[in-house]
């Protein structure tokens, strides 16, 4: 079953603008991960965020995570074109758990 | 950098053939998996294997089996295929450290056409 949902489902911009994706959940995680998808390619790891923490960063990425809310995001500061990509959001539930739970996507479309 | 690589990138067979697909990574990882993808269904879990010879089923094992005899192969095979597993096929791997939690590798994927 669908853990992650992810909103919206589809996003254009303009090159320079900032992207926000959203990610809800609906059990408790062990940590939540994000993930780039080339049109037609496999899966690249972004980012992971656990549930003890807040916030975190990697150059042009932010991730939040609020687990009050069961939910994070995903910003993309001054994005390129080479950003356009789908972005999936996964969770993983359970200690010994092997198992990553993927919603269904955001598709990102930055204009040049 | 780690690399998994997957057989084909494109497949096409007909109902009822046998079909294998193939992964393979190079860095050692205890952990494979297979994922299928399907447009407005996402990823969803196939099989997954912690160890040589270990399987556990996913979300959606029915109609497919697979088998890891050697750490750095993980096969998906199809008994016999049918038009609804038409699908991309993505395999990936995780190193055993953090239990499987950590970070996913990604091969390109196959996209499987059954006729």
């Known amino acids: 079953s669908q853990q992650g949902e992810e909103d919206p489902q589809a996003l254009s911009i303009q090159e320079g603008e900032n992207a926000t994706m959203n990610c809800s959940y609906k059990?408790?995680?062990?940590?939540l991960q994000w993930y780039r998808q080339n049109s037609g390619r496999g899966l690249v790891h972004l980012i992971l965020?656990?549930?003890?923490?807040r916030e975190k960063h990697s150059g042009r990425l932010r991730v939040t995570l609020d687990t009050s809310k069961k939910s994070s995001s995903l910003l993309i500061t001054a994005s390129r074109a080479a950003d356009t990509a789908s972005y999936f959001c996964?969770?993983?539930?359970?200690?010994?758990?092997?198992?990553?739970?993927f919603g269904k996507g955001t598709k990102l479309s930055v204009i040049p | 950098d780690v690399k998994v690589t997957q057989s084909s990138r494109y497949l096409v067979k007909r109902t009822g053939e046998k079909v294998f697909l193939e992964c393979v990574q190079d860095?050692?990882?205890?952990?494979m998996f297979w994922y299928r993808q399907d447009p407005g269904l996402g990823l969803r879990l196939i099989y997954f294997?912690?160890?040589?010879?270990?399987?556990e089923k996913g979300d959606i094992p029915e109609g497919y089996s697979v088998s890891r005899e050697k750490k750095e192969r993980f096969s998906l095979i199809l008994e016999s295929a049918s038009t609804n597993q038409t699908s991309m096929y993505l395999c990936?791997?995780?190193?055993?450290?953090?239990?499987?939690?950590?970070?996913?590798?990604f091969g390109p994927g196959t996209r499987l056409t059954v006729l």
């Open positions: 990936a791997s995780s190193d055993g450290l953090a239990g499987g939690q950590d970070e996913q590798f």
């Open positions: 059990t408790s995680i062990n940590n």
């Open positions: 965020i656990r549930s003890n923490e």
């Open positions: 996964a969770t993983v539930s359970g200690a010994g758990s092997y198992q990553l739970t």
């Open positions: 860095m050692d990882h205890e952990n």
């Open positions: 294997s912690y160890d040589v010879k270990m399987k």
